[in-house]
T-cell receptor, first 117, second 118 residues
Framework: NAGVTQTPKFQVLKTGQSMTLQCAQD?????MSWYRQDPGMGLRLIHY???????DQGEVPNGYNVSRSTTEDFPLRLLSAAPSQTSVYFC????????????????FGPGTRLTVL | AQKVTQAQTEISVVEKEDVTLDCVYE???????LFWYKQPPSGELVFLIR??????QNEISGRYSWNFQKSTSSFNFTITASQVVDSAVYFC???????????????FGAGTQVVVTP
């Protein structure tokens, strides 16, 4: 298994440009999510998905869009990049806990470092 | 609302010293999960441990140990006999299970930078 993959690893954008950060997982996980990591602030949830066709907002959703057409893929779209979106972006996935109620480990991708000039 | 506080921004130790990282959490849910992740200089996030709110047993794994105390809402992490390879940022995180929508949402602390020098 490749686990959680993210592309690109690095990206530089100009203010106002749009782009899509790709995230894919091959573990058949229902849950997928996007976080951003800024210095001194830990990771903050942007958007998440509990399954194909279902997405919802996290803590910092403004300026980002997501969709989930397949179980495997969960792309993050920046509509009009701003310098405040300079950050490291992590995608994560995990199994649904099901009736057992047991939480399962979240698997993180390697991250995408985005710079907006 | 959930909150995770890691008050220590950076801890510097000399190799073989023990180091304890503090984590204090806030939640109104009775069922929740606590995690520690390690982020080495290479940048990836490495899962270390998960602890359920209904299991207060402390845990030891090699040189790592965790002390979970619900009475003080703390989930502290100790590295015994630190090594240079332990140099990393360590994150404490919280997830609750009050509703199905809660699953998958992690609330992270700000992280503690551990620097181990030879």
């Amino acid at each position: 298994n490749a686990g959680v993959t993210q592309t690109p690893k690095f990206q530089v954008l100009k203010t106002g440009q749009s782009m899509t950060l790709q995230c894919a997982q091959d573990m058949n996980h229902e849950y997928m999510s996007w976080y951003r990591q800024d210095p001194g602030m830990g990771l903050r949830l942007i958007h998440y998905s509990v399954g194909a066709g279902i997405t919802d907002q996290g803590e910092v959703p403004n300026g980002y869009n997501v969709s989930r057409s397949t179980t495997e893929d969960f792309p993050l779209r920046l509509l009009s990049a701003a310098p405040s979106q300079t950050s490291v972006y992590f995608c994560a996935s995990s199994y649904y806990p099901g009736t057992s109620g047991l939480y399962n480990e979240q698997f993180f991708g390697p991250g995408t470092r985005l710079t907006v000039l | 609302a959930q909150k995770v506080t890691q008050a220590q921004t950076e801890i510097s130790v000399v190799e073989k010293e023990d180091v304890t990282l503090d984590c204090v959490y806030e939640t109104r849910d009775t069922t929740y999960y606590l995690f520690w992740y390690k982020q080495p200089p290479s940048g990836e996030l490495v899962f270390l441990i998960r602890r359920n709110s209904f299991d207060e047993q402390n845990e030891i794994s090699g040189r790592y140990s965790w002390n979970f105390q619900k009475s003080t809402s703390s989930f502290n992490f100790t590295i015994t006999a630190s090594q240079v390879v332990d140099s990393a940022v360590y994150f404490c995180a919280l997830s609750t299970s009050g509703t199905t929508d809660s699953w998958g949402k992690l609330q992270f602390g700000a992280g503690t930078q551990v620097v181990v020098t030879p």
